[in-house]
C-alpha cells in the first residue's frame, strides 16, 4: 500500500492549489481517505475525509466553504481543491487511508499515510 501526494506549493493569500493523492496497492472502495495537515509547532488537524460509499465529511471549521474533496475511483486518487488560501492555511499536507471503519478525525485511527507535500501560503 502506497500513497503518494503531489500538489503543494507556495502561493499567495487568495490563490488556490489542488492536492493529489494517487493511492496503489488497494481499491478506494475498501478505505476511508483523509486529508490532515500539521502547521509548525502545532499538532495535526483532520480536515476532509471521504469514502465512496458514504461520502464525504469535513472536519475543520476554518476550511469549510474553501476546501473540498473529491475521488476518481478510475485514477485511484484522491483530490483536495483549496481555494481562497490563507496564510493560517501553511502546513505540511498529508493524505491517510483508514481500511476498518469510516471516515474519522483521529489520526491513529489510519492504516498508511503518503509523505506529506509542503503548502505555504504568502500574505
Known amino acids: 500500500v502506497q500513497l503518494v501526494e503531489v500538489g503543494g506549493g507556495l502561493v499567495q493569500a487568495g490563490g488556490s492549489l489542488r492536492l493529489s493523492c494517487a493511492a496503489s496497492?488497494?481499491?478506494?472502495?475498501?478505505?476511508?481517505i483523509g486529508w490532515f495537515r500539521q502547521a509548525p509547532g502545532k499538532e495535526y488537524e483532520g480536515i476532509e475525509c471521504i469514502r465512496n460509499s458514504v461520502g464525504s465529511t469535513n472536519y475543520a471549521d476554518s476550511v469549510q466553504g474553501r476546501f473540498t474533496i473529491s475521488s476518481d475511483n478510475a485514477e485511484n486518487t484522491v483530490y483536495l481543491q483549496m481555494n481562497n488560501l490563507k496564510p493560517g492555511d501553511t502546513a505540511v499536507y498529508y493524505c491517510?487511508?483508514?481500511?476498518?471503519?469510516?471516515?474519522?478525525?483521529?489520526?491513529?485511527?489510519?492504516?498508511?499515510w503518503g509523505q506529506g507535500t509542503q503548502v505555504t501560503v504568502s500574505s
Open positions: 491517510a487511508a483508514r481500511f476498518s471503519g469510516y471516515c474519522s478525525s483521529q489520526m491513529d485511527e489510519y492504516d498508511y
Open positions: 496497492g488497494f481499491t478506494f472502495d475498501e478505505y476511508s
